[in-house]
């Protein structure tokens, strides 16, 4: 027991670390302090972490601080005028824009009276009435009225009515007391329901004719021309050698004419002369009558002939007339004399697109469209892209007209044809331009067997790109270039032309 509280007390007063370094001490390896020293026993176990500085927080700019950025009140004034300036600048170009196109000069638009607006039809009645026997005849041609409304024809010529070698009965066989007036009345009366307006071709009669002698009517002393006129006739067609080609006459008529006419232009009554000699005669000394008493003067585009003409015979004709001239009075084309049936549609187009009144005939449209369903609907197609294309294009209603004399390379063989006036044989490849202000339609016709591509040294002032309106086979589309196009034999192409990167 007594031993017991001596160990303790010794143990009380000396410590476990005393004496000998190694003597109570627990030796061990030493970690590096996260500073890099040794670890001692001393060294707090965790390092506080040091606190995040702090963070301002997002306040929105006072008025002042905004103009001390924005450079002041001044730069706010600068910027009302900078926009001031934009807004005034922008309205004085356009008002600039505006006073250009004004006072630019421009085409002037041309009145243009029902007859040069609309395309002509020449048949004869007298062959429908004795293919299928009179009422019946004049019936089948009445069906197909609205049909020619529709093509964009307007005026009926009627031919064949009146005899030509005889006295002034024959005028009035027609009339009111002969077999035939039913059918005609018949014809008038459903030709005003179409739409379409009535000529008589009074062509080659005798000078009794010519003037007019009373009908046997009910009304002995009416005048044979006030009868027609009375029947709604809008005129009336007489050739350049008839004795009613005359002034005394024609100032007569005139006055008949006057008188039957309403101010409205589409109910003027015309005088059509058909020209049959190369120079249209003067109806006096001085040659200014013609111009107020006739209205339309119709011509030819083939020489009359017994034959078929050949293509070099068309293609002299058809440059004759494409020569430009004085032309004093409105014209009306018609192909006239017999062509090769491979060029109708040809000749269709230049009748077509030249400057004046189209005079189509019968065997041009009606005779196209009795084939096979194919060949009805194209022949429709062809004419409908003329006639529409005509309709709304004012540089092919009443443009001006260039002739194109050019250079042409024939592709089956590496000679190259020379200019048309140093030509051995009248050129086959011909051109002409209808222009309306900056619209240019260009009429490429190759009359002749082989193809054809255009010189690029041809008219170099003409714009170099153009898209296909119509052509003769119908399938010329899309747009294209002079330089790369080739006629095909007996070929006849229209083409809007237009400046690289314009979609006019």
Not at 15 to 20: E, K
Not at 59 to 87: I, S
Not at 310 to 330: C, F, G, N, Y
Not at 477 to 500: C, D, M, N, W
Request: contains cysteine; aromatic residues 8%.
């Amino acid at each position: 027991m007594v031993q017991s509280e001596e160990t303790d007390s010794l143990t009380h007063k000396m410590p476990l670390n005393a004496g000998d370094p190694g003597y109570g001490s627990v030796s061990g390896p030493s970690f590096p302090a996260p500073g890099g020293g040794p670890v001692s026993e001393t060294a707090p176990l965790l390092i506080p972490e040091p606190e995040p500085e702090p963070v301002e927080q997002w306040q929105p700019l006072t008025k002042e601080q905004l103009e001390m950025a924005a450079g002041g009140p001044w730069w706010r004034r600068m910027r009302c005028y900078l926009v001031l300036v934009f807004w005034l600048g922008w309205v004085a170009m356009l008002a600039i824009a505006v006073a250009i196109v004004v006072i630019s000069p421009r085409p002037v638009v041309t009145p243009l009276k029902w007859w040069q607006k609309t395309l002509f039809f020449e048949l004869q009645p007298t062959t429908f009435m004795e293919a299928k026997g009179g009422a019946e005849g004049i019936n089948a041609l009445c069906e197909q009225l609205p049909f020619l409304s529709s093509l964009g024809i307007g005026a009926l010529i009627l031919q064949g009515l009146f005899s030509k070698d005889a006295s002034a009965s024959n005028l009035t066989a027609a009339g009111r007391g002969s077999d035939t007036w039913p059918q005609i009345q018949h014809l008038l009366t459903e030709s005003n329901k179409a739409g379409l307006k009535v000529v008589l071709d009074l062509c080659g009669l005798d000078p009794d004719d010519a003037k007019m002698q009373p009908i046997n009517a009910t009304n002995g002393d009416q005048k044979s021309l006030r009868f027609w006129l009375e029947q709604g006739v809008a005129g009336f067609v007489i050739c350049d050698t008839d004795a009613a080609y005359s002034e005394k006459v024609l100032l007569e008529w005139r006055g008949a004419f006057t008188e039957f006419s309403s101010k409205e232009e589409e109910e003027e009554r015309i005088l059509v002369v058909k020209q049959t000699q190369r120079v249209l005669p003067p109806l006096d000394t001085a040659g200014q009558s013609n111009q107020t008493l006739v209205d339309v003067v119709m011509k030819s585009i083939l020489p009359p002939s017994q034959h078929l003409l050949s293509v070099q015979e068309v293609a002299v004709a058809i440059e004759t007339h494409l020569q430009p001239r004085d032309e004093k009075m409105w014209p009306s084309w018609t192909v006239g004399g017999e062509s090769p049936h491979y060029l109708k549609k040809l000749l269709l187009l230049l009748t077509m697109t030249l400057p004046g009144t189209p005079a189509l005939r019968y065997d041009e449209i009606l005779d196209q469209i009795q084939g096979t369903e194919k060949e009805r609907r194209s022949a429709v197609a062809f004419f409908t892209s003329l006639s529409r294309s005509r309709a709304r294009e004012e540089a092919l209603m009443y443009g001006s007209f260039t002739f194109l004399p050019f250079n042409t390379t024939n592709t089956n063989s590496s000679s190259t044809n020379s200019t048309l006036a140093s030509s051995p044989s009248p050129p086959t490849t011909l051109a002409f331009l209808r222009s309306w202000g900056c619209v240019h339609f260009l009429v490429l016709l190759n009359i002749g067997p082989e193809p054809h591509a255009l010189d690029p040294a041809w008219a170099q002032s003409l714009p170099e790109a153009g898209v296909f309106v119509t052509s003769t086979g119908l399938e010329r589309l899309g747009s294209t270039s002079l330089y790369s196009l080739v006629l095909q034999p007996h070929e006849a192409i229209v083409i809007k032309l237009f400046e690289p990167g314009s979609y006019s």
